[in-house]
């Protein structure tokens, strides 16, 4: 039959040679793109909608959108055109496409091969679905295959859910085979009475043109009868003349013997898709093939949806059935994705990016792992730009994207289609579901439905038996003692749709019946369900119970450390606030915000935490309510101290000054407390600040008032620390995070173990601090705290360095997390470096990062007591190293200074002193040498609590002096004194540290 050839412009496209030539010069087009744009220019001038499209190049098959938008495209470049100022393809927004430039058609001069041979085109069609996950149905399909290859035909059917991937697993096995056997691609069709007889194998015999007319001529008459494009008209009066009065026995077996001769010939592999479509003569023709014996190497595959099946009571099941009672098929059903299988498609479709666990779990969430969804799903947030790409990674693409709401149209459609077939009561009783979320239970449905539990549960197993939308799930169990069946929807998508369908005014009064038997059946454990229950009543518009749950939900989110889902609930509320009454609206919504930034500050979001208390500060300046006024000045402190150390300063005075106006007692002690916690961490520290904290902690514990306790036990243990009373300082910060833990606050709990990090590391206790940084590491983690992380990660260098372990100190610190902007932990990091390079005698890098802390200290940033202890010891170190006495001599008269308004500090003051008398060695002051020791020991060998990090080491420098003086007495006695101090430290350690080792392997142990 005669195929035009279309010419445009300077394009000649020629339908018969599937070809497209500019000028002459071949066009390359993939298969699809070809049949796309013959499409549009044999309907040029008007519009193609999406759906004529489909039809006509998928056979609406369930292709994504994209997938057309991505064939257009490709046209476009091929023809040169331009979207915006198009003069071929035409976009008609939301609707379709059409062909603009002037088409002219000649008739194709191509004869039909009417004697051509029986060889069939290999035309697979086109799928968007993903290539993975189905190895062990493939390697069955493989195996079959080398059976059918040897004469022993094989009928195979493939089972899912539409969408599942049955046609993709098709797809891969042929793309597997090393060769190309001939190929029959049909599909059947959706009809709702009869179907035409025998219709999908036909459509793939007339796919391969006048190649088989031979073929059918001579085996199968009453098939060619069938196609008569395939014919002239002279042809066809005579095939109507020699197949009169045939039967449908006679195509049965003359359809088989066809399909057994190509085999006979050649490996011959038939596909028959959706097969729950059927009509019963296919059926017939199966059900024959399966039982005929004759020797061909022949592979049918039928692919059906099983529950389409059990809708329509379809026979298909029965004749699998029959067939595989008698060893005569083999079915091969699949199943979603799973978790590991989804990441695979993600690593293939974007081989080079990753996305990060939560977009992926999001993803699976909302699919459940159905090939079909996650594909539409990914397309559908990719051409909405709800998630972008930065370098490898994919994210959302900003804050304010839900990527857990919206429905691909190619979705929905389908969706609704099958929502179309149930029963009214059946739509009726999914659309409850829908609004009571993913997991149901059948006592929850029949009380928002009003009907007998036993019927809804009924119900609800005869969704779940036949149908795609609905599975059983676990027994439901309530508090107050109802128990009933549970059941859920197998993919987010269909509640979704489901939910859109439901009135606006029904929807209400759904999600309020919903919440209140929800409440009935927790009384007094509504905690356990607060987030379903702040939902309903969110939807059910009742704010009041939605404020409630929302921030009892928040809080047990805190208490794991999920603080991101806190902050969600967070933010509904106060995005609820305005619905209230107007005289409760202020002192809720200042609650609301003391409550999300106190989680800001668990997750170090100090910025966001800084955005919130100021909010809050102006709004009750503004209402005056001058106490919420001081307490939030109080909380911005922290803040600041992590953000903005400058203004800090300013506003602990403010906080005092405003404090001293209230009648309230306990905020001015609290104001005064934060204040010389400030001043001790930076420069300005007094004596009677000492006694402001130890004041605050009082009346803190006193009003049992949790959160400003465990700070100012926190200052009190940094306090502790410089005072060297390491047992107190451990006492008061293990306290503090104690405090942390009951609150569930993770910010404190951190703060409280990381200076019981630093109290356990100047007692010499490193096998319990080994077990806390372990400890602290996982719960920074949990709760997604970059800073605290870091910050027990460099204690763990810190210990390193501490037991001479340099190369392992700098090995740990390049692992450490990147290193952190909060002006309290880079001190740290540059420090620790610094630190490892100076023991390992890399001046140069050592160097550098003291000089780069030197300068911050310089240009009077605001760096915290302790950090600038350790950067005058480890620059003192350095100036010996490099032969500067002199130097080295300024580095510890700056540290003394340091130390001046803490005198009873024993530590770094007895360091400092054993590193005066090693300059005075240097520079063989002997006299000046022996003063120095003499006050490192009598700061080492006071009474009272000991400083282990200290004594050793001034042992060792004594034994080195007096050894140079020829005491050789004294030396070894010393010595012995500074070896047990190594040892001790040693066996604080598990037998199997490292760190103990290394420590065994002083010189000071020989």
Known sequence: MPQPVWLFNRFRLDVSDASLCRDDQAVNLAPKAFALLCCLVERAGRLVSKDELFDAVWAHRYISESALKGRINELRQALGDDPKSPRYIETVARRGYRFIATVSRLEDTHPPAISAPATIHWDTPETALPQVGREAPLARLLQLWEQAVAGRRQLIFVTGEAGIGKSTLIEMFLQALPDRPALLWGQCIEHFGAGEAFLPL??????????????????????????????????????????????????????????????????LVVVLEDLHWSDYATLDLLATL???????????????????????????????????????????????????????????????????????????????????????????????????????????????????????????????????????????????????????????????????????????????????????????????????????????????????????????????????????????????????????????????????????????????????????????????????????????????????????????????????????????????????????????????????????????????????????????????????????EFDEWQVKDQAAITRGVEIARLAMDNKPLALFLTAQAILEIYQANYGDALTAAQEAAQLGLMMGDGYTYMAGQYFSAWALLFLGRWGELRQLLSKGMRVAEQNSSPMPLSLFHLMGVALHLEAMDFQGALALYQRAPPRPTDPHALPLFLLLNGLAHLGLGHYPEAARCFGEISGAVEASTLIERRYRLMLHQGLGVYWLAQQEPARARDEVERLLLELADLPVERTYRALGYRMLTEIAMMEQSWEEAQTCLLKALAITEVEGPEVPLAAWRVYATAAELHASQGRLKESENFRNKAATGLSRLADSLDENDPLRQSLLAHFLLD
């Not at 796919?207 to 031979?214: E, N, R």
């Not at 298909?316 to 498609?345: G, N, W």
């Open 202 to 267: 036909l459509s793939a015999l007339a796919q391969q043109g006048p190649a088989l007319i031979s073929a059918l001529r001579a085996h199968a008459p009453t098939w060619l009868l069938q196609m008569p494009g395939l014919l002239t008209a002279e042809e066809r009066f005579g095939l109507q003349n020699e197949v009169l009065g045939a039967t449908r026995e006679r195509m049965l077996r003359e359809g088989c013997e066809v399909l057994e001769i190509l085999g006979a010939e050649a490996p």
């Open 290 to 680: 399966g039982r005929r014996r004759m020797h061909a190497a022949l592979l049918v595959i039928g692919s059906y949806r099983p529950s389409d099946v059990a809708l329509r009571d379809h026979p298909i099941r029965r004749v699998r059935q029959e067939l595989q009672a008698h060893r005569l098929c083999h079915e091969l059903p699949l199943d979603t994705f799973s978790p590991a299988e989804l990441h695979a498609y993600l690593g293939l479709r974007f081989p080079e990016s990753r996305f990060p666990e939560a977009v992926a779990e999001i993803l699976y969430r909302r699919t459940g792992g159905h090939p079909l969804f996650l594909v539409n799903l990914l397309d559908y947030l990719l051409a909405e730009g709800r998630l972008k790409q930065s370098g490898s990674l994919w994210s959302i693409a900003r804050a304010e994207d839900d990527i857990e709401r919206g429905v691909p149209e190619t979705i929905q459609t389908m969706i609704e289609h099958q929502i179309a077939r149930l029963s009214p009561e059946e739509q009726r009783l999914l659309g409850v579901a829908s609004a009571a979320g993913m997991d149901n239970s059948a006592a929850l449905l029949a009380a928002a439905l009003e009907q007998d539990p036993i019927a809804v549960e009924a119900c609800c197993e005869g969704l779940a038996r036949r149908g795609p939308m609905l599975a059983a799930a676990e027994m439901a169990e309530w508090p107050d003692g109802t128990v009933a069946g549970g059941y859920a929807f197998r993919h987010a998508l269909y509640a979704e749709v489901l939910y859109q369908r439901l009135p606006p005014a029904y929807r209400i009064s759904l999600h309020r019946r919903l919440g209140e038997r929800l409440e009935t059946a927790y009384a007094g454990q509504t905690g356990e369900i607060a987030a379903e229950l702040a939902r309903h009543f969110e939807e059910g518009r009742d704010f009041p119970k939605a404020l409630d749950y929302l921030g009892l939900a928040a809080k047990q989110a805190a208490a794991r450390f999920a603080n991101r889902e806190a902050l969600d609930y967070l933010g509904r509320a106060l995005a609820l606030v305005d619905y209230l009454p107007r005289e409760s609206r202020v002192g809720i919504r200042l609650e609301l915000l003391r409550q999300r930034a106190l989680i800001h500050r668990a997750l170090t979001d100090w910025p966001g935490m800084m955005t919130d208390l100021e909010t809050l500060v102006a709004l009750a300046r503004a209402e005056e309510r001058r106490e919420d006024e001081v307490d939030g000045l109080i909380s911005l402190c922290l803040a600041l101290f992590h953000s903005d150390r400058s203004r800090n300063i300013a506003i602990v005075e403010q906080a005092l000054e405003q404090s001293s106006e209230l009648i309230d007692n306990r905020l001015k002690i609290y104001a005064g407390a934060h204040r010389a916690y400030f001043r001790l």
